[in-house]
Structures are given as structure tokens and as C-alpha cells.
């Protein structure tokens, strides 16, 4: 866009230094009434409408009534010239540095088949893909399981870029201390045909995943694929979906209990509110990482705060290890 502009400028200054020369051959009214007609293809030219817009003709006719320019601002112009050169180089290379980074993404792509060991250039790709994410917050992994093949693929992608529907994010804590952001199709899976035993094929990945080097202690087991839901005490002895259940339906009757619905009026909100909590249990069944949406702060700050009164939990299991799970809860009210 910039080239275009400067591009225009200079026809433009073209057009000044032709007009400078012709006028002085002859008057400048004449010349006026010539570059009129040339502009409205006509014989005549009547002066009845104004110029509102800065055409290059209403330009040309305002150049040929200036005063020539003082020589110490010509200076000034010429000094702009080279930091003007300068600015389009470093956007040019800006553009281009940006252009090969995206490109280069590919080059941490790597597919592990369940079942089989990793290779010594996968794992460097591997060891490539967790440094970048590491070091690089505004991306973030995604994972693919392809049910068929039983093959997952990791590829790096902008942190803008939208996730694909069924997609868990999952946070990967890695050796070094570090942690980055992964995307997993665990629930789309869950959902396909039951003629793949997915969970079997979860498994064998996971343990593909730790010969990998990621440790699976670290990663957080979405609540629909965890093998033991997190849950109440008084529900540590039922099935894993009736865990789930007595886990959901408590912890909507503890926020019916505890939240403080009059703060809505006194905040002057209408109608129906809704509020976005996401929160994680940990491996000894604590609620920490509690994050709020709400249509106003202090909104959040209750929920948050009605969270944080949750009840210790039987933690959440996962290939019979502790494992933390992410948890999202959607607080609806009216407000009359």
C-alpha cells in the first residue's frame, strides 16, 4: 500500500514540474483555462462549480500559485529522503521476516502411532516443538487424533487461529518448568463411531505421549475422557458417570446457595446475566486457578469468590494416576 502512495506522490511532482515549466510560455489564466478543458474534454470552460475535492488538477493549480520554496526547507526534504527509504526497507523486511515465520511452522509437525516407539528424528522434532511453544505464548499446540490410523499429529498454530469444534485445551507443563497450551480432539473422539474403541486407543497414545518425554503427571485430563471424574466424598463410591453427575449437580446447588443475586440489582443489570467461570481441580482434589466472565467486575469477583468455598474433592484419575482436572461452569440468572 505504501509503494502506492509514494508512487502517487511522485506523479504528482511530475505534474508540478511540467506546470512550472509552461507557465512561463505563457499566462497563467491561460494555462488554467487549457488544463480545464484538457481535464472536462470541452471546448469551453465556465467557472460555476467549485473544486471540494483536493483533485490532482485543483493540486496543480494551487502549485502554480505558491511561492518558490526557501532553500533551507529543500534541505529539510532531502535530509527526510534516506529515513523515508529506510522506513520502507525495514517494513518490507518486517513483512518478510513475519511471512517466513509462519512458514516455517511446519517445520514442528510430527505424527506418533500408537503403538509404536518414537524415532530418534521424531523426538527431535518433538524436543523442537515444546522449546518453540515454551518460548513463543502467542501460539499454541494442537493435536489431532485420526481414529482410522491411530496416528495423533502435533502442529503449532497462531494463538488467534480458531480452534476446531471438540477441541479440549490442556495445559502442558514440561520438565523444565515451562508450560504451554494444547488443543486435543479428545471429545470429538469420544463422539465418533463406537466401532473404534477410543479409549483403548487414548491410552496407547498416552503412553506414547510419556515416550515421548511429556509426562502425563503434568497434563490436565479433560473431565470427558479422565477415567475417574473428580467428585464429593459422599460420591467417591459410584460409577465414574455417576461421579460425574453427583460432581455437576452439587456444585450447581453449592452456587445456588452461596451467590449473592441481590448484587445484580445493586449494579443496576436487567434482564438475563450469565457468568463464565472456569476452574481446575488438582491432584489432591483443591480448586485452584479459578478464572471469571461476567458482564460486570464485581460479578466476577463474587463468583470467583463462591468458588473458592468449594469443599475439598476426591481427585480426579486418569490410568490410575492423580491427575488435575479442568472444570467449566455456566452461572445463569435473572434479574427482575
Avoid at 52 to 69: A, G, H, P
Avoid at 226 to 231: G, K, L
Avoid at 270 to 279: A, C, L, Y
Avoid at 296 to 322: D, M, N, W, Y
Amino acid at each position: 500500500m505504501n509503494r502506492y502512495m509514494y508512487q502517487k506522490r511522485i506523479t504528482e511532482l511530475h505534474e508540478f514540474i511540467v506546470d512550472e515549466k509552461a507557465v512561463k510560455h505563457e499566462s497563467k489564466t491561460e494555462y488554467y483555462e487549457s488544463l480545464l478543458t484538457q481535464i472536462f474534454e470541452t471546448k469551453q470552460f465556465s467557472f460555476v462549480n467549485p473544486f471540494f475535492k483536493q483533485s490532482l488538477i485543483k493540486k496543480r493549480i494551487l502549485m502554480l500559485n505558491r511561492s518558490e520554496s526557501k532553500q533551507t526547507h529543500l534541505i529539510k526534504y532531502t535530509l527526510l529522503l534516506p529515513l523515508v527509504f529506510g522506513m520502507l526497507i525495514y517494513t518490507s523486511c518486517e513483512k518478510e521476516a513475519y511471512a517466513e515465520s509462519i512458514n516455517n511452522q511446519s517445520q514442528y509437525t510430527y505424527t506418533l502411532k500408537a503403538g509404536n516407539m518414537i524415532d530418534a528424528a521424531t523426538k527431535e522434532v518433538c524436543n523442537r516443538f515444546e522449546a518453540f511453544l515454551n518460548n513463543n505464548p502467542k501460539y499454541v499446540g494442537w493435536a489431532e487424533l485420526n481414529r482410522i490410523t491411530d496416528e495423533m499429529t502435533y502442529s503449532v498454530h497462531s494463538i488467534d487461529e480458531k480452534v476446531p469444534n471438540g477441541y479440549n485445551e490442556i495445559e502442558i507443563n514440561t520438565n523444565n518448568g515451562l508450560s504451554y497450551t494444547l488443543y486435543m480432539n479428545l471429545e470429538e473422539v469420544r463422539e465418533q463411531d463406537k466401532k473404534v474403541n477410543s479409549k483403548e486407543t487414548l491410552n496407547e497414545l498416552i503412553e506414547v505421549v510419556e515416550d515421548a518425554g511429556v509426562s502425563f503427571d503434568n497434563v490436565e485430563v479433560p473431565i470427558a475422557v479422565v477415567d475417574e471424574s473428580p467428585t464429593f466424598s459422599f460420591c467417591k463410591n459410584e460409577t465414574n458417570e455417576r461421579k460425574k453427575v453427583c460432581l455437576t449437580e452439587n456444585i450447581a446447588k453449592h452456587v445456588n446457595k452461596n451467590f449473592n443475586l441481590d448484587l445484580a440489582k445493586t449494579l443496576g443489570l436487567e434482564g438475563r446475566q450469565r457468568i463464565s467461570v472456569i476452574f481446575k481441580i488438582d491432584t489432591n482434589g483443591k480448586v485452584f486457578g479459578i478464572r471469571a466472565r461476567a458482564p460486570h467486575p464485581e460479578l466476577e469477583k463474587e463468583a470467583i469468590r463462591v468458588i473458592q468455598t468449594l469443599p475439598t474433592f476426591i481427585s480426579g484419575k486418569h490410568k490410575g494416576k492423580a491427575v488435575v482436572v479442568p472444570y467449566s461452569l455456566p452461572i445463569l440468572f435473572q434479574v427482575h
